[in-house]
């Protein structure tokens, strides 16, 4: 039973991890990223080419997946991104929706379509079990190890929004770019940064996602759907508010295929359904917030 | 009036040229496979089409007297497809043959074609045991689940399980293997206690393997297709499972030659029922094993590879018998009946089902010269397939 939760918390870390850079491009910054998917998927390549081809051990991988993939999500902003912040949201859900399928397709090209197996180290592959019966919480080492990374991220990430000057920078250039630019504060650089940072995060949370959600070609598309549900169910004002998302989208999805496996996925967009119909403007949302 | 004499000489050499065509025609012989190149299935379809090509090149392309030609299509597993590229082969290209298939809903969407045009449909890896049930004109060289995994459900109760759950994906193999492994093992005294299905597209099995390890069975029974099989393993093993005593039994898609290697450790002594290891000790399967390495960058015959090599000799087969004559029902009855050794060991196409027969052999993951492989240690001889028999 604990264990379920404990599963549950783990794919709802690793969503949140996956969802964030999602939440921050569209709450901050007011721009529909539906190519996120895509970030997340080169992170979980970059991890297993590095690992299978060139040997490099796994917690090394995790930081070159968030790095690559921040560096690629910043040439991208400057040279593609850029150009569509001022054009109508349809332009920018179709240029990035395009982008998706391009990776797709790009990915599939080099890399060819199968399933990439991720191979643990073995600390991360045990299984600690505590108690029995009913009550038994099986963690499994990996899912622990996940759960601990998430949270440090989540806390960090909450620091930088709201406690630093980069922060309220970030904030000020979002809810008026124009004034803020004429405050002194370069809004172009802060943008490229968050958005960075953004792709890495989504990039991070491909590679460790790769072992849990699997990793093929199609990985953008595939997990977009729950992408959007964490961001619309979290709103997009906050970090908490994903984060709840994630970690009920999470527990939902485990414990629904548990107690009624028939049923499968189709509980989460059930819950969805409903959340939204009850708050259209998602869960967590300020009132009178942007 | 030299313009009336150019004229008529075009019009001359415009009729002429269907039938000069037709004469081409009539010395080549077309095959069109149809296969996923690309999207979920591509492994599939490279196997497959090596497999094609390798019997190509070992047996000419010339067969009593006819050319053989090869039409290569890309369906990209989506049925619609499939039915729109098997229609302007027969249409377009004058196939003789239409041959490949890498999902069940492809081969059925061919079907209708198959019947109406009286061409031969060569199903060389779908594996629904109803698929040869729906044209006259289907002939299979693959397999079907329910052979495989009454196989599987003859040999767990002699080997202390008895008490199983199942696992399979939710779509028409994946409730075939259920359906055929639960009837079997509780004709044979055993009991399937729960049986999962579980999405098609869900990677992550951790809470069904939960929802399994409490129920705390003998045995899972798992069949996945090909690829997710590897994700089932890591975390049966993550889990724990096998700690608690839980074995895991599969049909061979789970531990596929092709991705075996990269499994990992975690593999080893996983029980497997399947038709075709790359491991078979014939002396016909070492030397097709290390042709389909050499000819491709040795890479790993698995069993869609051997569906295609001898779907490839059917076919041969029946155009040697026809003597290159005869259209598709001299084809069709020429394929029917054949008995003959395949690097799986021997196998026939059963006349009446059009299906094929053959060993289901009982496999153990171990490390051969320091590389996984599904060592064969039982044989169930000549399974026919169970979907049938019973009609």
């Known amino acids: 039973m604990i264990t379920i939760l404990f599963d549950g918390i783990a794919y709802g870390m690793l969503l949140f991890v996956l969802a964030v850079g999602l939440a921050v491009t569209l709450g901050l910054m007011n721009f529909i990223n539906l190519a996120h998917g895509a970030f997340a998927m080169a992170g979980g390549y970059i991890t297993v080419l590095l690992m299978q081809r060139l040997g490099v051990p796994f917690l090394w991988c995790l930081l070159l997946a968030f790095v690559l993939v921040g560096l690629l999500g910043a040439l991208l902003e400057r040279t593609l991104y850029r150009p569509m912040y001022s054009k109508p949201q349809l332009d920018q859900v179709l240029f990035s929706i395009g982008l998706a399928f391009m990776a797709v397709a790009g990915v599939d090209y080099f890399m060819g379509s199968s399933q990439q197996n991720v191979q643990l180290p073995e600390w991360l592959s045990g299984r600690t079990e505590i108690g029995h019966g009913a009550w038994m919480l099986g963690m499994g080492h990996y899912r622990l190890f996940i759960i601990v990374l998430c949270a440090a991220l989540t806390v960090v990430l909450q620091l930088l929004l709201s406690r630093t000057r980069f922060g309220s920078r970030l904030r000020a250039a979002v809810d008026d770019p124009r004034v803020a630019a004429g405050l002194g504060i370069n809004v172009n650089v802060v943008f490229l940064l968050t958005f960075a940072v953004g792709s890495g995060l989504a990039g991070l949370g491909g590679a460790l996602g790769a072992e849990i959600l699997g990793l093929d070609p199609t990985f953008p598309l595939k997990y977009m759907i729950y992408f959007l549900i964490v961001v619309s169910v979290g709103g997009t004002s906050s970090i908490t508010g994903p984060l709840m998302a994630a970690l009920l989208l999470g527990i939902a999805d485990v414990a629904g295929k548990y107690f009624i496996p028939t049923l499968g996925a189709f509980i989460v967009y059930t819950l969805m359904i409903l959340i939204l119909m009850w708050r259209p403007e998602g869960l967590f949302t300020r009132k009178g917030g942007k | ?391």
């Not at chain 2, 409730?175 to 005294?189: P, S």
């Not at chain 2, 499994?263 to 002594?269: E, Q, S, T, V």
């Open chain 2, 1 to 391: 009036m030299k313009k009336r004499v150019f004229l008529s000489a075009t019009a001359l050499v415009a009729m002429s040229l269907p039938s000069l065509s037709a004469l081409a025609q009539s010395n080549t012989f077309k095959i069109g496979l149809i296969l996923p190149m690309t999207g979920q299935q591509a492994s599939t379809g490279r196997q497959v089409e090596a497999g094609v090509r390798l019997y190509m090149a070992q047996n000419g392309g010339t067969v009593a007297g006819k050319k053989i030609e090869l039409i290569v299509k890309d369906d990209t597993s989506l049925p619609d497809v499939t039915k729109r590229l098997a229609q302007e082969l027969v249409v377009n290209d004058k196939v003789n043959v239409l041959a490949g298939f890498g999902i069940t809903p492809s081969a059925l969407a061919t079907a209708p074609i198959a019947t109406q045009s009286k061409t031969p449909e060569v199903v060389m890896a779908a594996a629904t045991s109803s698929i040869t049930e729906a044209s006259p004109y289907i002939v299979r060289t693959s397999f079907t689940l329910p052979q495989v995994s009454v196989a599987l459900a003859d040999w767990a109760p002699k080997n202390g399980i008895t008490k199983v759950v199942t696992l399979v994906s939710d779509y028409g193999p994946g409730i075939d293997a259920e359906k055929y492994f639960k009837e079997r093992l509780t004709f044979n005294g055993g009991r399937v206690i729960d049986s999962l299905r579980v999405p098609l597209r869900n990677p992550d099995f951790a809470p069904f393997l939960q929802k399994v390890r409490d129920e705390n069975p003998d045995a899972l029974f798992v069949f996945v297709p090909s690829g997710a099989g590897a994700a089932v393993m890591k975390q049966f093993l993550e889990r724990g499972m096998g700690k608690a005593g839980i074995r895991l039994i599969a049909t061979g898609d789970v531990t596929d030659d092709d991705q075996l290697n990269d499994m990992g450790n975690g593999a080893l002594g996983v029980v497997t029922s399947h038709h075709y290891s790359a491991a078979h000790p014939s002396a016909m399967n070492k030397k097709f094993v290390a042709a389909f390495g050499a000819a491709n960058k040795g890479m790993r015959p698995n069993f869609m590879a051997v569906g295609g090599y001898d779907g490839m000799h059917v076919i041969y087969e029946a155009l040697k018998k026809t003597k290159g004559q005869g259209g598709g029902d001299a084809l069709l009855a020429a394929m029917k009946g054949q008995i003959f050794e395949s690097p799986r060991g021997p196998i026939y196409i059963d006349a009446q089902t059009r299906d094929i027969v053959q060993n289901v052999y009982l496999r153990k993951v171990e490390k051969v010269d320091g590389q996984l492989y599904n060592v064969e240690f039982d044989v169930i001889k000549d399974v026919k397939d169970p979907g049938k028999s019973k009609k």
